[in-house]
């Protein structure tokens, strides 16, 4: 995602980012990540290593898919069935039906079939009424891959009928909603997890253990952003260009066509399926009252990376710009959004309850953007520290790069110990051990297939699961993303619609975070009956 770096800068970036890793081991001598070095090199190794869940002993626990989309697609996918075996599914929508077995020839979609074998059909049962699934005692737990307004009725239902969830992000429609899937795990004692699977990238859990030697130096800003192109113009069968002033032709994959399968199946009972039309249930993330819009679909990913890098903490406020202005069609949500947060610096507080402050110059401040109009940078977060920048490119590679008197893109780093700190110094890239360091970083873990982590999320949560009766409540393992965690990603997204909407400077509420108090920043926000 960095503007003007070559392709011989952005592998000195990488080969920086290696020997930090590296040195640290080496002047350290201490169990730097969890064993994931080997002669200075960041190896591929066992996620579960790291993440500190284990084999499962016995059968693969039951699953139940609900919602076959595009989510359920890549969790389908994605999934390991020595530990999720999926034996039921649910979807209204025919060609969801059809598209769960076969998957695609290319992508992250493989299909039941991939994993069960072409008679998997035989061996996974379809209920069109989800509530029919849940009734089925085979199943131990369910995955929610459906749109969001209907994330928290089928979490609530599904755990009072007894079974452990794992619901895609974001976790609700409002915040109120994330509070009562909470409460309703407590009470219903269920496991709870929600899909942020940046909680389960290793190349995440490699940048937050730099971040934690201070290599980078005194952190005050990170530019996030997720940017796409849906403004190229499309060309008719001739090669020329399609004319529409009211830029439908435009379309991006949030505006995809209405298969006609679906069209014919579903559109006399669409109301009664609580839609208002064909379009509300196919292109769902268009509309306010089924959808959050890009701070829920995208932004939620980055400022959850963001809140990760600087130790989970909690925002203080956010302000922003949001607007439609591109499309010219009947979607609801903005197209371009532009938020500004203010996090804690570490001695922002002088207290861990976080109740008095000590110094409120202590800022980070993270700005985030998503566009779709220009993909000249498309996604990824750049930390930037006194001594250092880290940047994190399309959950692929890490890449760094040292401040300081010469010190630039074409600098590789070298690390010196004094006073007990480690500090980042420039020299040459060229020659000797500097361009060994930049062929060793040709075959790290930045060149290596990278997960972006929804394989290990279901792992965990089908180990937590497995242990869930075979330990006390208090030595009970939760999901690195369970609902606490999960419900203040929601808030930080959340929040800043209504700062957008608002037109106003938000300050979040100690309150807000709290599932055991009413008080939410989307009081306003009353959902719609949606049946679904």
């Not at 999720?84 to 025919?94: G, V």
């Not at 001695?347 to 109740?355: H, L, N, P, S």
């Not at 893109?409 to 010196?416: C, E, F, H, K, L």
């Given at each position: 995602m960095a503007i003007d770096l070559t392709a011989e800068q952005k592998e000195v970036g990488k080969a920086n980012f290696q020997r930090v890793v590296g040195r640290h081991y080496d002047l350290n001598r201490r169990d730097f990540m969890k064993g994931l070095l080997a002669a200075g090199t960041v190896l591929p190794i066992s996620a579960a290593a790291y993440f500190g869940y284990q084999k499962l002993h016995g059968n693969p626990v039951k699953a139940g898919l609900i919602g076959a989309g595009d989510e359920g697609g890549v969790l389908v996918g994605e999934h390991n069935p020595e530990y999720?075996?999926?034996?039921?599914?649910?979807?209204?929508?025919?060609t969801n039906q059809t598209r769960i077995f076969?998957?695609?020839?290319?992508?992250?979609?493989?299909?039941?079939?991939?994993?069960?074998?072409?008679?998997?059909?035989?061996?996974?049962?379809?209920?069109?009424?989800?509530?029919?699934?849940?009734?089925?005692?085979?199943?131990?737990?369910?995955?929610?891959?459906?749109?969001?307004?209907?994330?928290?009725a089928v979490a609530i239902d599904a755990m009072k009928a007894g079974k452990h969830v794992l619901c895609e992000k974001l976790m609700?429609?409002?915040?109120?909603?994330?509070?009562?899937?909470?409460?309703?795990?407590?009470?219903?004692?269920?496991?709870?997890?929600?899909?942020?699977?940046?909680?389960?990238?290793?190349?995440?859990?490699?940048?937050?253990?730099?971040?934690?030697?201070?290599?980078?130096?005194?952190?005050?800003?990170?530019?996030?952003?997720?940017h796409r192109n849906n403004a190229l113009p499309r060309l008719d069968k001739d090669g020329k260009e399609i004319q529409d002033p009211n830029h439908k032709v435009y379309k991006d994959s949030w505006y995809p066509e209405i298969p006609g399968d679906d069209r014919r199946e579903l559109e006399g009972q669409i109301r009664q399926l609580g839609y208002k039309n064909m379009e509300e249930l196919v292109r769902w993330r268009l509309f306010n009252r089924t959808g959050g819009g890009l701070m829920a679909e995208l932004g939620s990913h980055q400022l959850d990376a963001c809140s990760i890098f600087l130790g989970k903490v909690h925002p203080l406020a956010v302000s922003g710009f949001g607007?439609?202005?591109?499309?010219?069609?009947?979607?609801?949500?903005?197209?371009?959004?532009?938020?500004?947060?203010?996090?804690?610096?570490?001695?922002?507080?002088?207290?861990?309850?976080?109740?008095?402050?000590k110094d409120k110059n202590d800022l980070v401040v993270v700005t985030y953007s998503s566009i779709s109009t220009n993909s000249f940078e498309p996604y990824g977060e750049c930390?930037?520290?006194?001594?250092?920048?880290?940047?994190?490119?399309?959950?692929?590679?890490?890449?760094?790069?040292?401040?300081?008197?010469?010190?630039?893109?074409?600098?590789?780093?070298?690390?010196?110990?004094?006073?007990?700190?480690?500090?980042?110094?420039?020299?040459?890239s060229t020659g000797g051990p500097e361009q060994n360091a930049v062929t060793a970083g040709?075959?790290?873990?930045?060149?290596?297939?990278?997960?972006?982590?929804?394989?290990?999320?279901?792992?965990?949560?089908?180990?937590?699961?497995?242990?869930?009766?075979?330990?006390?409540?208090?030595?009970?393992?939760?999901?690195?993303?369970?609902g606490r965690v999960a419900m203040a990603d929601a808030i930080i997204a959340l929040t800043s619609n209504q700062a957008m909407h608002k037109n106003q400077r938000i300050e979040f509420q100690h309150a807000w975070f709290d599932p055991t108090s009413n008080e939410v920043p989307d009081a306003d926000m009353k959902p719609e009956p949606v049946t679904g």
């Open positions: 999720l075996e999926f034996i039921a599914y649910s979807d209204i929508r025919p076969a998957g695609e020839p290319t992508g992250p979609r493989k299909g039941f079939n991939r994993h069960y074998g072409n008679n998997s059909k035989n061996k996974i049962k379809l209920y069109p009424d989800y509530r029919q699934l849940l009734e089925n005692k085979d199943i131990e737990v369910v995955v929610i891959a459906l749109p969001l307004h209907l994330h928290a609700a429609w409002n915040v109120n909603q994330c509070k009562e899937m909470i409460r309703v795990a407590d009470e219903t004692d269920r496991c709870l997890a929600i899909g942020h699977q940046r909680h389960y990238s290793m190349l995440y859990a490699h940048a937050v253990e730099v971040l934690k030697t201070g290599d980078l130096g005194d952190i005050r800003h990170i530019r996030a952003l997720w607007g439609k202005l591109f499309y010219r069609d009947e979607r609801e949500v903005d197209d371009h959004v532009f938020v500004t947060f203010e996090f804690p610096g570490p001695g922002y507080f002088a207290d861990k309850e976080r109740k008095v402050v930390v930037m520290g006194n001594h250092g920048t880290m940047i994190v490119s399309q959950e692929a590679e890490i890449m760094l790069y040292p401040q300081g008197p010469g010190a630039g893109r074409s600098t590789a780093v070298t690390v010196s110990q004094g006073k007990g700190l480690t500090v980042l110094d420039s020299s040459a040709k075959k790290s873990l930045g060149e290596a297939p990278v997960s972006r982590g929804y394989r290990e999320e279901m792992e965990d949560f089908a180990y937590c699961v497995r242990m869930w009766n075979q330990a006390d409540k208090k030595d009970r393992r939760l999901p690195r993303c369970h």
